[in-house]
Structure formats: structure tokens, C-alpha cells
């Protein structure tokens, strides 16, 4: 409004008039909203998303999430799995070095804080976990991480009520193989169901839906509501299988070249000498019809080759798959340790115990968050601190100690087993410096040579037991 002070005229806002324009405003808006769909479908759903993941679920069965057939069935490929783990030394010896430093590892349950209900509460939890009747944390840790060869690891708790507290009773390893439809809604899984053989009435059922709250779910490298995951050795697979038919043909061959081809020499014209010479050769090899007759010189029986006989030298392509099959399942930081050491390659060998420790804390976070944060809703120590105590705003958590931090035997041999395998393909002087000064060893005294980092050192067994 215009108000008049001498002479001149002012522009003055009235008292409540600019709150007056913003509610006109804000209605105008909301008018608008109602008519125009552009506002209409944020305004009403403004946390709603409008894609998909793109998984195949058809009535909770998962289709086309592998190019191979032999894995686009659950329970073909998991056999699948299953028989190169079993056959294959290198491939088990991979998985073996994965494992084993993170089931060894320090597991402490942390407070939320160090308040006394707090500590109390994560007192509970770890004398659930580490201290419990029915299972052991070790059984529980490597129920877990089937999930390495397997993809994914399914467990269902079972609860029992202690002293007026919930518990778990036990965490009840489901095979991977009998999981036969996901159920899943807005990107949860909600419950599984198993086609499986039952051991108490020896027949086999479809067991009713196991629903959210009774579920343990782990994946490697999940994609959208790929809930099966991805196996660590599914890309060493190949090798596997060109591998396999080597060593077959190896064998054949050994055993046609250790023992030679036999070998008949007579004269030409005879032909009652030259029936007895092929029975001869016929017998001096049991089940076999291959022999070679000549005629040219003297009576003669003998074999041709033997063991200087093999043919084609197979070991360096068998040799290269087991590098492939380390690689591919060592999740790519196996790169590091292959170089050549004219081509500055020790920089990178002094890298690979740490590249092996960043991929197995990897797993072992992997670990902790699912139990910690829960994966789709189902959190493991939440669940339980909810079922016992209300209006809890923090929790406690899972932590697993660092690898360097691990007992001294245990690291070695996890290093060891790496080497072996092709994991870690030296061990240096200058990892040993590193490794004693994590472990607290004292120092080594080296000549000049070895200070350059020119011959590779083990550690004595001796000094082990020293420490």
C-alpha cells in the first residue's frame, strides 16, 4: 500500500501480507499439480522409482543369468562347482587360501558405545556367537563362505528362548542346490523354497516357504536380484576344462609311450614265421592289437619308442591353465605376482601379500556388513537385539580382525598354501623385513647381497616355534 510522508510518496507491505501471497502461491501450485501430470506422479509417490533390475524371476524361478546351460541350472551348475573343487588340487588350493586366513581371524562383537546397557548388550550377542551349546563360531564362519565356490550361501536360524532371553539355537546350512524358487518384492527377497530330500521321513518334499525373518542370504558379485551370485571360480571354468582333457590325454599318452609300440623284424616270404611273430607281439601286451612287423633283416622282437616316445610335451599347456584357474579365481590381484624380474617386477611381488590381504578383507567386510547392516532386511544381530531389548537406536557389530593381525602359524600357512598355488610367487627379502616387523620378530642380519634384495629368504620352521 502507498502511504505519504511530506511530500513523497512510499511503498509500505502490510503486516501478514507476503505470508498471505505465499499460501496463494503455494495453492496455485497445488492446483496446478492436480492438472498437470508432470508434478502430479512426484508430488504423490516422490520416493517412488520407475526402473527395474532386470533379473528374470518368473514365478520365483531365475532364468538366463549364465550363458553356459550347465549353470543356467542351479543344480546342475553347483554339481558343476562342486566337481572342480574335488578334483582339481589347484583349485581347491585356491579356495583353501581364501579361506583360511578369515576363518582364523580374531571375531570380537563391538559395542555400539561404552555405555553399560551397550556393553551388556554386545555381551549378549557374543556369548550367543562364540559361546553357544549347539554350534560353534568356526561351523558357522565356514557355512558362510560356501558362498566363495558356490555364489551364494543360504542359512536358516532357529531361535530358542533362554532365561526369558531369545537366542539362536542353531543356523541350519542349506544346500545351495535344493534352493527352487525365490520369492522376492521390491527388491527384497522374502522367502525361499526348497526341493529337497528330508532325512526324517526319507522322502522327498517341497518344503513350505522360508520366510524373511528365518533367513541368513550372502551373494558374491550379486547383480540386480541375481540372488544365486556369482561363484569365484565360475570364470576359471574353461581351464578347467582344457585342463582336465590334458591330463586325460597325458595319461593315454604315457601309457602307450612309457610302455613303447612292440616291434617284429623278419625276413619277407615267411608267412607261418610272420603268424607266429603276430602272435607274439599280440602277447606282450595284454588287451592290445597294436603292433608294427618289418621286413627287412633277421628274426626280431623288440618295442619301438618306449619312454623316449611321448610325443607332444603337454606339461607347459597343463602348466598355463593352472595359471589361468589361479588367476581367475584369485579375483584379478594374482596379476601381481607374475611378472618378470628384468621388467621391474619386484615392486609388484613386494605388493602381493597386500594385495592378497585387501582381497580377503574384501570378503571378510563382506561378512560383517550382511550380519551387521543385514542384507535385504535380514539382519542377523539387529534381529536378535530387537527381539530382547526395545528402543535400541544403536548396535552392536561384528568386526574381524585385519589379516596381519591373525596368530603367526595360521599367517604362515596361509602363505604358504598362496605360494603353492601361485598366489604369491616369491617371497623376498624385503617381504620378510615387512612380515617380521607386523609379526614382531626381531630382526634378521643379511650381507650385502641379500640387503639388495638379490636372493629370496624363507622363513625356518624353527623360527616359528621361536616365536
Given at each position: 500500500?502507498?502511504?505519504?510522508?511530506?511530500?513523497?510518496?512510499?511503498?509500505?507491505?502490510?503486516?501478514?501480507?507476503?505470508?498471505?501471497?505465499?499460501?496463494?502461491?503455494?495453492?496455485?501450485?497445488?492446483?496446478?499439480?492436480?492438472?498437470?501430470?508432470?508434478?502430479?506422479?512426484?508430488?504423490?509417490?516422490?520416493?517412488?522409482?520407475?526402473?527395474?533390475?532386470?533379473?528374470?524371476?518368473?514365478?520365483?524361478?531365475?532364468?538366463?543369468?549364465?550363458?553356459?546351460?550347465?549353470?543356467?541350472?542351479?543344480?546342475?551348475?553347483?554339481?558343476?562347482?562342486?566337481?572342480?573343487?574335488?578334483?582339481?588340487?589347484?583349485?581347491?588350493?585356491?579356495?583353501?587360501?581364501?579361506?583360511?586366513?578369515?576363518?582364523?581371524?580374531?571375531?570380537?562383537?563391538?559395542?555400539?558405545?561404552?555405555?553399560?546397557?551397550?556393553?551388556?548388550?554386545a555381551k549378549e550377542i557374543e556369548s550367543n556367537l562364540f559361546?553357544?551349546?549347539?554350534?560353534?563360531?568356526?561351523?558357522?564362519?565356514?557355512?558362510?563362505?560356501?558362498?566363495?565356490?558356490?555364489?551364494?550361501?543360504?542359512?536358516?536360524?532357529?531361535?530358542?528362548?533362554?532365561?526369558?532371553?531369545?537366542?539362536?539355537?542353531?543356523?541350519?546350512?542349506?544346500?545351495?542346490?535344493?534352493?527352487?524358487?525365490?520369492?522376492?518384492?521390491?527388491?527384497?527377497?522374502?522367502?525361499?523354497?526348497?526341493?529337497?530330500?528330508?532325512?526324517?521321513?526319507?522322502?522327498?518334499l517341497i518344503t513350505k516357504p522360508i520366510k524373511q525373518k528365518?533367513?541368513?542370504?550372502?551373494?558374491?558379485?550379486?547383480?540386480?536380484?541375481?540372488?544365486?551370485?556369482?561363484?569365484?571360480?565360475?570364470s576359471a571354468y574353461r581351464s578347467f576344462l582344457s585342463k582336465?582333457?590334458?591330463?586325460?590325454?597325458?595319461?593315454?599318452?604315457?601309457?602307450?609311450?612309457?610302455?613303447?609300440?612292440?616291434?617284429?623284424?623278419?625276413?619277407?616270404?615267411?608267412?607261418?614265421?610272420?603268424?607266429?611273430?603276430?602272435?607274439?607281439?599280440?602277447?606282450?601286451?595284454?588287451?592290445?592289437?597294436?603292433?608294427?612287423?618289418?621286413?627287412?633283416?633277421?628274426?626280431?622282437?623288440?618295442?619301438?619308442?618306449?619312454?623316449?616316445?611321448?610325443?607332444?610335451?603337454?606339461?607347459?599347456?597343463?602348466?598355463?591353465?593352472?595359471?589361468?584357474?589361479?588367476?581367475?579365481?584369485?579375483?584379478?590381484?594374482?596379476?601381481?605376482?607374475?611378472?618378470?624380474?628384468?621388467?621391474?617386477?619386484?615392486?609388484?611381488?613386494?605388493?602381493?601379500?597386500?594385495?592378497?590381504?585387501?582381497?580377503?578383507?574384501?570378503?571378510?567386510?563382506?561378512?560383517?556388513?550382511?550380519?551387521?547392516?543385514?542384507?535385504?532386511?535380514?539382519?542377523?544381530?539387529?534381529?536378535?537385539?530387537?527381539?530382547?531389548?526395545?528402543?535400541?537406536?544403536?548396535?552392536?557389530?561384528?568386526?574381524?580382525?585385519?589379516?596381519?593381525?591373525?596368530?603367526?602359524?595360521?599367517?604362515?600357512?596361509?602363505?604358504?598354501?598362496?605360494?603353492?598355488?601361485?598366489?604369491?610367487?616369491?617371497?623376498?627379502?624385503?617381504?620378510?623385513?615387512?612380515?617380521?616387523?607386523?609379526?614382531?620378530?626381531?630382526?634378521?642380519?643379511?650381507?650385502?647381497?641379500?640387503?639388495?634384495?638379490?636372493?629370496?629368504?624363507?622363513?625356518?620352521?624353527?623360527?616359528?616355534?621361536?616365536?
Open positions: 500500500m502507498q502511504i505519504q510522508i511530506g511530500n513523497k510518496d512510499y511503498s509500505v507491505t502490510p503486516p501478514g501480507y507476503l505470508n498471505k501471497v505465499r499460501k496463494e502461491n503455494l495453492a496455485l501450485a497445488e492446483e496446478k499439480a492436480k492438472t498437470d501430470t508432470r508434478f502430479l506422479n512426484l508430488l504423490q509417490n516422490p520416493g517412488k522409482t520407475k526402473g527395474t533390475s532386470g533379473t528374470q524371476i518368473v514365478n520365483g524361478f531365475m532364468f538366463d543369468e549364465d550363458t553356459n546351460v550347465i549353470f543356467q541350472n542351479l543344480e546342475t551348475g553347483i554339481d558343476e562347482y562342486r566337481q572342480m573343487k574335488r578334483i582339481d588340487p589347484v583349485i581347491r588350493g585356491v579356495l583353501n587360501a581364501l579361506k583360511q586366513p578369515i576363518l582364523r581371524a580374531t571375531a570380537t562383537i563391538k559395542p555400539a558405545s561404552q555405555d553399560n546397557a551397550d556393553i551388556l548388550i559361546e553357544n551349546d549347539h554350534f560353534t563360531y568356526g561351523q558357522w564362519l565356514k557355512n558362510i563362505l560356501y558362498y566363495f565356490e558356490f555364489g551364494f550361501e543360504v542359512l536358516e536360524k532357529e531361535f530358542e528362548l533362554v532365561d526369558g532371553k531369545w537366542r539362536w539355537k542353531m543356523w541350519h546350512h542349506r544346500r545351495p542346490e535344493t534352493i527352487w524358487k525365490w520369492d522376492s518384492k521390491n527388491g527384497e527377497l522374502k522367502s525361499i523354497v526348497q526341493q529337497a530330500f528330508d532325512v526324517d521321513t526319507q522322502k522327498w528365518s533367513l541368513f542370504h550372502i551373494a558374491n558379485e550379486m547383480e540386480g536380484l541375481n540372488f544365486q551370485g556369482e561363484s569365484v571360480i565360475r582336465d582333457r590334458l591330463i586325460r590325454l597325458q595319461n593315454v599318452q604315457a601309457e602307450r609311450g612309457a610302455v613303447g609300440v612292440p616291434h617284429g623284424i623278419m625276413k619277407s616270404g615267411n608267412t607261418t614265421k610272420k603268424n607266429e611273430m603276430i602272435a607274439s607281439l599280440q602277447n606282450l601286451r595284454s588287451h592290445e592289437e597294436s603292433y608294427i612287423v618289418s621286413s627287412e633283416g633277421d628274426f626280431e622282437l623288440g618295442f619301438f619308442g618306449g619312454k623316449d616316445f611321448f610325443g607332444l610335451d603337454l606339461k607347459p599347456y597343463i602348466e598355463f591353465h593352472n595359471n589361468e584357474i589361479v588367476e581367475a579365481a584369485g579375483a584379478g590381484f594374482t596379476q601381481q605376482a607374475k611378472g618378470d624380474s628384468s621388467q621391474g617386477s619386484r615392486a609388484k611381488q613386494e605388493a602381493d601379500i597386500d594385495f592378497f590381504a585387501l582381497a580377503l578383507e574384501s570378503h571378510t567386510s563382506n561378512v560383517e556388513s550382511v550380519n551387521n547392516n543385514g542384507s535385504f532386511g535380514m539382519q542377523s544381530i539387529r534381529q536378535l537385539v530387537d527381539l530382547n531389548h526395545k528402543n535400541v537406536e544403536k548396535y552392536p557389530k561384528l568386526e574381524i580382525a585385519k589379516i596381519s593381525q591373525d596368530d603367526v602359524q595360521d599367517l604362515m600357512t596361509s602363505l604358504k598354501t598362496a605360494k603353492e598355488t601361485g598366489l604369491i610367487d616369491k617371497w623376498t627379502n624385503k617381504d620378510e623385513v615387512r612380515g617380521r616387523e607386523k609379526l614382531g620378530w626381531i630382526e634378521r642380519e643379511m650381507d650385502d647381497e641379500e640387503e639388495r634384495g638379490v636372493s629370496p629368504v624363507i622363513p625356518q620352521e624353527n623360527e616359528l616355534e621361536e616365536a
